[in-house]
């Protein structure tokens, strides 16, 4: 068995074309790139168990030979591919279960003799073998398509698998290439493109979960996988938001952020980084863009169109929700654009980077100690936040609004080191409250996007809408008093 770790990259044909030619390659190898014709066909029964199990097995056709590859376990962090192999030639187009078997691999009970063809994957290789910074990295530049029945997807990337060295120098490099082309860190393999295809179903916005931490973990391990998460959270929902697929692509994306820039708050806190903090910069700015066209989506669905339903005699209304839905469309191309920028990208590869170089440990504290400080100064500063309200203080319900959600998404990214279900009550009733706050700032953002879009023609249609803001907001005086109340009443879950 070894262990594949590579690095994928999404290109465009053109770009593809380029990057071939470019003499930064052939300043990193004195070998002449070779060129390879990759057939594969990939195998699982038919209600897909190998994909459940989280394995791929296919016969791949290389010249007159045939490979063998079973590929299971491992992860994808940052866009970096690391699973184990099983690989051994065969002597014809057909599976060897004894082959598979001398090499170490084991199928899924009951498999075996229930395996058909899926797909197939059809495409060319440009392999050079670059030497970078003291490492020795395989470059694959594919192309070609991926096949199953009528359906098919484009095959057009960029592989950097490591041979030898660190897995860094891989981020390093694509960092380099991205100065000569634009490319996308690819999160998804072709086998699972090639599952798309075959089941028929349409791809979905990715829901983020963290993964399961250990109190003997050192802190900057723990902040290493959260932020691996994060990442993943994010880098997942990106093609969804920049196809317009659907709204929740771009929901989940926000979410992943926000998480991260919690995250990044705490980890900065164990250790002293300008690398993070410059990427904790980079990160609040795109959030910032998100959340402005976020504002608008609430302001026009929640706020205009409702008013309008309510009011259908008034001929303004209709009027000025046209205009926002025009303001909102600008703020969705701006979204898209820095989506599709270098920049992320960029961004993206430094984190990967960042992730897979060799830091010391350099916190005296454990695990345990350290989440329990975190969580008790990020709970002090909620109450604070609450205790300082006074009526009509919109100001400091925002403080209290980020305060919640800052005490929320560090509660969610330590859940499994505490007792399941005192957490799941306690982030019930925190996110309740966080609810209703987020609903105050939207009424308070609503506030100001309406004088945004105010004007001597619009002074009566302004007026009703920030009427009918003020008597949402006295609704929700009610609701935030009762879940305040709640939330103060409860022994907190980390203790």
């Not at 068995?1 to 990259?9: A, C, G, N, P, Y």
């Not at 080191?417 to 953002?445: M, P, W």
Request: net charge positive.
């Amino acid at each position: 068995m070894s262990i594949e770790t590579e690095l994928k990259l999404h290109i465009s044909p053109e770009h593809l074309q380029r990057l071939k030619r470019h003499p930064f390659l052939r300043s990193l190898t004195s070998d002449r790139a070779k060129t390879q014709k990759l057939y594969s066909i990939y195998y699982d029964t038919p209600d897909l168990a190998l994909r459940r199990h989280a394995m791929a097995l296919r016969l791949r056709s290389v010249g007159k030979q045939w490979i063998q590859t079973l590929k299971g376990g491992g992860q994808v962090s940052a866009g970096l591919h690391q699973r184990n192999e099983w690989e051994a030639p065969v002597p014809s187009e057909r599976l060897d279960f004894d082959v598979l078997k001398a090499s170490g691999g084991q199928l899924p009970h009951g498999v075996r003799h229930h395996l058909q063809p899926v797909f197939v994957t059809d495409f060319s290789r440009n392999i050079r073998l670059l030497r970078y910074e003291g490492a020795e990295i395989e470059l694959c530049l594919d192309s070609g398509e991926i096949r199953a029945g009528h359906a098919s997807h484009t095959i057009s990337e960029v592989e950097l698998e490591l041979k030898s060295g660190e897995p860094v120098q891989l981020f390093k490099l694509a960092l380099a290439l991205l100065d000569i082309v634009n490319m996308h860190v690819e999160h998804t393999s072709k086998a699972e493109y090639g599952y798309q295809l075959f089941s028929a179903t349409k791809s979905s916005a990715h829901k983020g979960r963290f993964s399961a931490l250990k109190k003997a973990q050192s802190i900057e391990d723990a902040m290493r996988c959260l932020m691996g998460d994060c990442l993943a959270h994010i880098q997942s929902n990106v093609p969804g938001a920049l196809l317009n697929l659907d709204d929740e692509y771009l929901h989940q994306l926000r979410i992943g952020l926000r998480r991260l820039r919690v995250l990044l708050s705490v980890a900065i806190r164990s250790q002293t980084d300008t690398e993070l903090v410059a990427l904790r910069q980079q990160v609040r700015e795109l959030s910032v863009g998100l959340g402005m066209s976020r504002d608008w989506d609430v302001f026009v669905g929640q706020t205009l169109i409702p008013i309008c339903a309510r009011f259908p005699e008034q001929d303004g209304l209709r009027a000025l929700l046209k205009v926002g839905e025009r303001k909102r469309k600008d703020q969705h191309k701006q979204v898209v654009e820095q989506l599709g920028s270098t920049d992320l990208q960029r961004m993206f590869l430094r984190f990967g980077a960042w992730l897979h170089s060799e830091q010391a440990t350099t916190s005296r504290s454990t695990l345990e100690i350290f989440i329990s400080k975190t969580l008790k100064k990020r709970l002090k500063t909620v109450v604070n936040c609450g205790e300082a309200l006074q009526a009509g203080d919109t100001e400091r319900l925002h403080h209290l609004r980020i305060a919640c959600k800052k005490l929320r998404y560090s509660i969610e990214m330590f859940d499994s080191l505490f007792d399941s279900e005192k957490s799941r009550a306690y982030l019930g009733v925190l996110a309740d409250l966080q609810d209703v706050l987020g609903r105050f700032n939207d009424n308070t953002v609503a506030h100001r996007l309406a004088n945004s879009l105010d004007s001597r023609s619009r002074h009566e249609v302004i007026a009703l809408i920030h009427k009918e803001l003020q008597r949402n907001a006295n609704g929700l005086k009610a609701e935030f008093i009762k879940a305040w109340q709640r939330f103060v009443g409860l022994k907190n879950s980390w203790e």
